[in-house]
């Protein structure tokens, strides 16, 4: 497959900043532009048909579906979202579960997730759409109660939001818990999505895209064709898809430890502190010092300061708990005047951070498991 690349993004960003005439895309893009995103659309119906293909027997069967006809929305003033998706549930795209891939127009990343439909056939009488609307509120129906009494499927959920998955609702972020409640009274329009950015070489490799959907496509186990049909194993991942978990982790991890230098750096300039030794970057040097980022006070006394990233929001009470090894508590322990734990919410989307007091949080003795 052709991956997605950056100029591919950055020409669908483009392209929807900008106004329409006689609901003509001509009007306002060129004939190379125009191209352009006829190949793009190819690119995600090719993405779209291998993984339907790739799933299909475990979790499907699939129907795959792509932008395409007129590129503008209806008015003709503004570019439609440019993407693909495979679905289930419904024989309508509007009204099923959906694995979709989602050229974001307003930041340079692809959207990758688990949607409902919008509910928006337009051709539909009003009987048909209740009949179709009805239908799809038993699709979140079912898959709340999969994701609130399964247990397989209830961690398998959580996990998502440790890995870079939000919630939507009609647009809006929500908590993952509420979510699981919305999608039984206001099922259309709701969203799991994660953002693929592209890496130093301006393409999003085919491999990054697989282990996103690796990790959301179990929810289709959820997603019944008859009324007969039992929830399927979650099917696990493969040597390749663990490997890169375990790499987009670290990568969390990493983003995190960036996000305090700079917090860091700031607050010695701020303190008129023009030392260029600190803060230092510890943890790219060794991960046995038990801290990630050496660096001073606004006296000059040397902190030592753990940091644990989140991509969860701070709301979240999830985000509540975490790991610490036994090497960082000892040293923690060794250095309670001097240490400093920082936990960073949200790192990819609005970051934040506050400091945590092991003096008072509940320990858990299976390894040193934070609750706070």
């Known amino acids: 497959m052709e991956a997605i690349t950056k100029k591919d993004l950055e020409l669908i960003n483009s392209l929807s900043k900008r106004e329409y005439k006689d609901n003509t895309l001509l009007s306002n893009a060129s004939e190379e532009e125009k191209q352009n995103l006829t190949k793009i659309r190819n690119k995600l119906k090719i993405l779209a048909e291998y993984f339907a293909h790739k799933y299909n027997s475990s979790y499907g069967p699939f129907e795959t579906s792509v932008s395409s006809g007129n590129p503008l929305a209806i008015g003709g003033k503004r570019l439609n979202r440019v993407w693909s998706g495979m679905f289930k549930g419904a024989s309508n795209k509007q009204y099923s579960a959906q694995i979709s891939f989602v050229m974001n127009p307003s930041e340079v990343c692809l959207d990758v997730g688990f949607y409902f439909g919008r509910a928006s056939g337009h051709s539909h009488d009003k009987e048909k759409r209740y ?131 700079d917090s860091e750096k700031n607050k010695l300039k701020q303190a008129g502190i023009t030392d260029t030794y600190y803060p230092k970057h510890v943890a790219l040097e060794s991960m046995s010092s038990g801290y990630d980022v050496a660096s001073i006070d606004e ?12 991509t969860r929001r701070k709301e979240d009470i999830n985000s509540k708990i975490f790991f610490i090894s036994s090497n960082e508590f000892e040293t923690y322990l060794k250095n309670k005047k001097n240490y400093k734990l920082y936990r960073v919410y949200d790192i990819e989307n609005n970051p934040s951070y506050e400091e945590i007091d092991l003096e008072i949080v509940n320990k858990r003795p299976d390894g040193f498991i934070v609750e706070y």
């Open 131 to 261: 009949e179709l609307e009805n239908a799809l509120k038993s699709l979140g129906i079912s898959l709340s109660e999969a994701i609130t009494t399964n247990s397989d499927m209830k961690e398998k959920y959580n996990s998502l939001f440790d890995f870079g998955f939000s919630t939507y609702s009609n647009g809006i972020a929500v908590l993952p818990d509420e979510w699981s409640n919305i999608i039984k009274v206001d099922t259309k329009n709701s969203q799991i999505v994660a953002k693929i950015y592209p890496d130093d070489f301006d393409i999003i490799e085919n491999s990054s895209i697989d282990l996103f959907v690796s990790q959301i496509i179990f929810l289709m186990s959820a997603i019944k064709q008859t009324s007969t049909n039992e929830i399927s194993i979650i099917i696990p991942l493969t040597p390749e898809q663990h490997a890169k978990r375990a790499e987009r982790l670290a990568q969390i991890g990493l983003k995190g430890e960036l996000f305090i230098m």
């Open 299 to 310: 006296n000059g006394n040397k902190i030592f300061i753990e940091v644990k990233t989140t």
